[in-house]
């Protein structure tokens, strides 16, 4: 298999096996991975995965002026230096970007986190790259992290993991149940954009803390309008909006499930494994990363890293995320 089509928008595509089994029964036909890179070829491969709203630009693109998705942690001088690591960001199958996924009027299988780590590997054969010399996972990214150690222990030298775990809570599932069904009730009242928007909205309440919101919208604004909002609400609309132009209801809904259908088993996870919990995060709360890290066979270290804001801490609180990452990685 080889890499190719370079495209705009600093993305290439690597094919995929053109009749691809995927681990619910579903078959990927003529499907296909994306990805960038950033730094240098001779240098050790890091790969570097982020939530289900992450993508393939990780680090900020000088050609087009985008900012990546985790641009304060990698980049030349930064705790990922893209000066002494080559790092490969994805698109996730199934998701909002380049990468395959579902199309208007096409079925599209469903995709399980070992579906991700497999079309990393394939994209690691098509770079001829045998080994990582570690990957970075967090949130769905540490999920499939996990995946990838306990499929390709052998293509791993090192896992670190940030709010992430071996299955989710029960709380986080129902959250999730809620969040379909509203992408489907506006599917069924022909607005999927605003059932998208909604739905997002509600994720993002699970993503932060009340003390972080309490802290950033606490002042309400006496606007005298009929229908006052708190600041809070127009920072969810706005956020639920972005996220509805970028993702179509069959996508969310692709990736939703995936992270219901998330497990591993932490006993066959022989790889040295970091893991990084987020004060506060009500989705994978220090209790289950505590779980993962008593069952794995080379859990190196386990710690709760200071933030205000939750599970979105590895994005928010680059200070504490970029001294952990370069503590481990040194």
Known sequence: MSAALTLPRAATLCPLPAEWPLCRGGVL?????????????????????????????????????????WAEQVGPGRPLDTTHWRVVGIDWLGG???????????????????????????????????????LVGCSYGGMVGLQFAAMHPDRLARLLVLGAAHRSTVA???????QRGIVELGVRAGDPAAGVALA??????????PEGLEQRFGAVAATGAAHEHAPVADWLAARGQSFAAAWSAASYQCLL???????????????????????????????????????????????ELATQHGHDGFLCSPAAVGDWLTEVLS
Request: proline content about 7%; aromatic content about 4%; charged content about 15%.
């Open 257 to 303: 499930a995936s992270l219901d259908l998330h497990h591993v088993e932490p006993a066959a996870i022989p790889v040295p494994t970091w893991l990084g919990s987020l004060a506060g995060d009500r989705l994978v709360p220090l209790e289950l990363m505590a779980e993962l890290a008593a069952a794995l066979p080379q859990c190196r270290g386990h710690r």
């Open 172 to 178: 986080a599932a129902a959250g999730r149940t809620v």
């Open 200 to 209: 997002r909205g509600l994720a993002l309440l699970g993503y932060r803390t």
């Open 29 to 69: 036909r003529g499907g296909w991975l994306a990805y960038t890179m950033a730094g240098p070829a001779a240098a050790p491969a890091l790969a570097v995965l982020g939530g289900i709203s992450a993508g393939r630009l990780v680090a900020a693109d000088p050609a087009t002026d985008a900012k990546g998705w």
């Open 96 to 134: 909002a970007g380049l990468s395959s996924a579902p199309r208007a009027g096409a079925a599209f299988p469903t995709v399980d986190t070992r579906d991700q780590a497999a079309a990393l590997a394939c994209l690691l054969d098509a770079l001829a790259i045998d080994r990582l010399a570690a």
